[in-house]
């Protein structure tokens, strides 16, 4: 039985999280996956086995119609978030935030805008041409990637059964083939609330999760992977071809240049877990806030945008640092054992033994760490 970080008693950090602990604590993100798991045994291109997904994160029920302000980072860009440029230029976003393999961006992307101009017809006509966010982690050490298994139909099921509430972690959507530490992880989420000048704001993060060596791990600052790497004997990635995306959402009144900035200390959330950013593997992080909205249509140009000051950001920048951490710590602790394409093995994180680590690891440093 799998559970989260928190359901073990152990927490990050020092600011109380939402309700579901997820980036749909945001109020108006909505999430969903589509999930591909089929056959084992030897890989034969074009069959499998196929262990690979779709994520969608919608940041409103009508993000074409209701802009909203976003920006991106790239910590290391041996990875993709197509129409990130597009991001960084306007400081806007009018799509969902597609996650998927990476050999499946082109057909997500070519998805996504199927989607959008039947949902919106005057898409390309009376209105602009779109430009959908995919972001991609490389899962071929578990899935036959240059099958690209991904359909037009998975898209939309992710797209479409998009809800609010708890977020299903681990091995699913665009995490059903990913490793972490020479783990089984995927998707990962986590939140907190952070009160700033007598207002209370959230903080959401989701990641995609695909990155480093065990040896690297570290949970709250405890060696973890270090203790654990004795006890693993199976073959493991011979290059750390991994890559992590991560989804920031909140309800900050920021501007694109601040989301940036955020973008920026989620990379360090990404290091307390043991990421080097290596060669291989891709560090991107995009941002967006609900609370300022752009219309597509407006008989005005100009717009009043409400701002929380620069002065005012440090505690959200220390959140987000917080819930990257533990959307990682999540997604691994959710994720089960898998075997994949030719055999290749991706164990599960144990959890008993990651809790007496972090049980004897705050000990021996004075700190109760179980809650």
Known sequence: MRARLRELGFSIGRFPVGPYNAITDVAGVRVGHSTLIEGEGPLEVGKGPVRTGVTAILPNSSVFDNRVVAGGF????????????????????????????????????????????????TIGGEDDVVIPLVGECDDSWLNDAVGRHVRSEHVYRAIEHATGGRVAEGSVGAGTGLVTCDFKAGIGTSSRRVAVEGDEYTVGVLVQSNFGVMRSLRVDGAPVGEVLEP??????????????????????????????RLCKRAA????????????GSGEIIVAFSTTNKVPQKTTKMTATLTVL?????????????????????????????MR???????????????ADILRRYGQAFGKSRAE
């Not at 360090?268 to 060669?279: E, K, N, V, Y």
């Open 74 to 121: 790239v910590l290391n860009g041996a990875g993709e978030v197509s129409g990130i440029t597009q991001v960084q230029e306007w400081g806007l976003m009018e799509t969902p935030i597609l996650l998927t393999n990476t050999m499946a961006v082109g057909k997500v992307s070519d998805a996504a805008v199927k989607w959008m101009t039947k949902k919106w017809p």
């Open 231 to 260: 006890l693993f004997s199976e073959p493991r990635r011979e290059r750390n071809a991994g890559s992590i995306i991560v989804v920031i959402a909140t309800d900050t009144p920021l501007l694109s240049s601040q989301l940036v």
């Open 268 to 279: 360090l959330g990404i290091g307390r877990t043991g990421s080097f950013a290596a060669h």
């Open 309 to 337: 000051l620069d002065e005012a950001c440090d505690p959200l920048y220390e959140a987000v640092v917080e819930c990257t951490e533990e959307a990682i710590v999540n997604a691994l602790c959710m994720s089960d054992e």
């Open 340 to 354: 994949g394409q030719s055999g290749h093995l991706a164990p599960a994180l144990p959890l008993d033994r990651l």
